[in-house]
């Protein structure tokens, strides 16, 4: 009732659009619509003050909390917003992949992108502490949400906020729908599961203690399962699924086997665009090297240098100073480390492949594709 299986060759995918019906229009396909067209991050960028307004207006019950609701809408329009907006827009992009196009109603469509907006306010709300416990300087071109005058450490409990109004969204929007529960425990479940990585990665580097046999490449995955591939990857892909209707723990899994390997690639990736990347395109200053940071790089490179090489490591890992960054990615550089991660960001793009033939019998392989070519060779 909610899947057409697409053929297993695809032909090369154009940009999905979709359109806002006329009154009394009982369908939202993208294929014919009075009204002109707009694309799914249109029509995305327009949910989101809809969205600020539902939250810090109409939900003020008692007017003494009208300073507590003008913050909140400060921090959501400082922090939602200026992402590439990957995972929320893979909600609805999953969406068109897995529901005929005749059963996609103005209203799913709007659930759906809804559904985006809750995990692209997670992900401010994993940003924003992290940035805390990172002691970082900017994010998406601009300052950190705590380095504002006059935020500071008040930026914990704006990242509460943002937290918060994940479950009142999805309480106003969705608590009618056969999913609603399905998508209480998949956001539940994964941002307990980011916590869980985001404590590995405190400890595997603990401020002040630098300790290089902490950096395996079995601890290195495990961080990045945890941390980042859950909510990155499998998160919208999942409530796409559960809202398609899809609830076999079965088709999840081989979805998750999928996307996690996925999370694993674009993390690498982050990695190095933090030490390789122009802070101008990636908008944000890298400070893995500084910051003591379990990244690919250094598991890699722990993994071919010599003794003499580890020690000169050791000596400038997790250091603040120009000339210790700087010492750092010569030594990357000696070790021919961009070479590698290219080759590797080849042979990842080819093992995908092969996991989408494998594990997507039954699902579009196009949910997976588009993903795959959002990230692969990106530069930010």
Partial sequence: MWLAVVPLKLPQISPRLSTLPL?????????????????DPQLFEAQFEELVTELTEKDIADPVLADAFNRLREVLVYNAPGGKRNRGLSVIGSLRELVPPTHLTQDTVQRALLVG?????LQAFFLVADDIMDASVTRRGQPCWYKKDGVGLDAINDAFLLE???????????????????LLELFTETS????????????TAPPGQIDLNRFTMERYKAIVKYKTAFYSFYLPVAAAMYMAGIKSEEEHNNAKHILLEMGEFFQI??????????PAVTGKIGTDIQDNKCSWLVVTALAVMTPEQRAELEACYGRHDDDSVKMVKTLY??????????K???????????????????????????????????NK
């Fill in 117 to 121: 907006w809750c995990i692209e306010l």
């Fill in 344 to 378: 590797h960001e080849d042979e990842s793009y080819q093992r995908l492949q092969k996991l989408i033939a494998c594990h997507a019998q039954n699902l579009p392989h196009s949910v997976f594709l588009n993903f795959a070519k959002k990230i692969y060779k990106r």
């Fill in 269 to 278: 990736q982050d990695d190095y665009l933090d030490c390789y990347g122009d």
């Fill in 333 to 342: 550089n000696s070790l021919q480390i961009p070479a590698l991660y290219h």
């Fill in 23 to 39: 009154q009394g229009d009982s369908t939202c396909n993208g294929t014919h619509s009075k009204k002109a067209l707009l694309s």
């Fill in 164 to 182: 918060g109004a994940i479950y009142r969204l999805l309480r106003r929007h969705c608590r009618d729908q056969p999913y609603y529960l399905h």
């Fill in 192 to 203: 307990f599961q980011t916590e869980l990585g985001q404590a590995l990665d405190l400890m």
